[in-house]
Structures are given as C-alpha cells and as structure tokens.
C-alpha cells in the first residue's frame, strides 16, 4: 500500500486503485464502505473520508500490506516525500498554512508557513 499514510478532506472521496498483479481484500475499519471487498489488479474503489479516524487500513490476505487514513477538516494539499527527503505541494493559494508531517497515522511535525504568490 503505498503511500502508507493517506491524508483525505472530510467529505472528499479518495480512489483505492489495485495497481500490482495480485488481488487484495483491503478493509478501513469505522469508514462506511470500507468493509473487506475483493479487488482485483487494475480495479479500483472510491470511499467518502467521513471525520474522525485516523483509519487503519488492513488486506484480509495479505497481512504485510497496510497502511493509514487521516481526516483532515480543513486539508489544503497533499505532498509525498521522495526518497532524497524533498517534497512538494503543486498548486497551493498564497496564504497562512499549518505544514504537518504524517507517519503512520500520527502527527510527528508541525509548523506554520506562509506561501507568497508564485512560490
């Protein structure tokens, strides 16, 4: 599963896409519709973030593949760290944010930013 850790908008909808040749039967314990649904390579599932959480997220076959789901309120963008440590938000507003770092499910960073226009 990768990422593991999955930041999602409350009320947004997030597409769960079985990407590698096996199938998976991935279940998000206390999200609605994330009960265990067989899902074969190169399917996909959409689920509604509904608040609370976080939701782990477990394959009733495969017990190595698991991962987080974190409902955000107020969820501005998204970025994935790569291997070097960089990361980056495309798109984002100028404005005041809150910057916070994910693992496993829990906050491990924050801090304040302010992007400008164009940054």
């Given at each position: 599963l990768m990422p593991r850790t999955m930041a999602a908008r409350?009320?947004?909808?997030?597409?769960?896409?079985?990407?590698?040749?096996?199938p998976h039967e991935l279940n998000i314990e206390g999200l609605d519709?994330?009960?265990?649904l067989a899902t074969a390579p190169g399917n996909a599932r959409p689920l509604t973030i509904t608040a609370g959480?976080?939701?782990a997220v477990t394959?009733?076959?495969y017990g190595h593949v698991h991962g987080t789901i974190v409902a955000v309120d107020d969820l501005v963008?998204?970025?994935?760290?790569?291997?070097?440590?960089?990361?980056?938000?495309?798109?984002?507003p100028a404005g005041e944010f809150r910057l916070?770092?994910?693992?496993?499910?829990?906050?491990?960073?924050?801090?304040?930013?302010?992007?400008?226009d164009g940054t």
């Open positions: 409350v009320g947004g909808t997030i597409r769960i896409e079985n990407k590698d040749g096996t519709g994330g009960t265990p959480g976080p939701y394959d009733a076959l963008a998204c970025g994935n760290v790569a291997a070097d440590g960089r990361f980056e938000f495309p798109e984002v916070v770092v994910l693992r496993d499910g829990e906050e491990i960073h924050t801090q304040p930013l302010t992007v400008g």
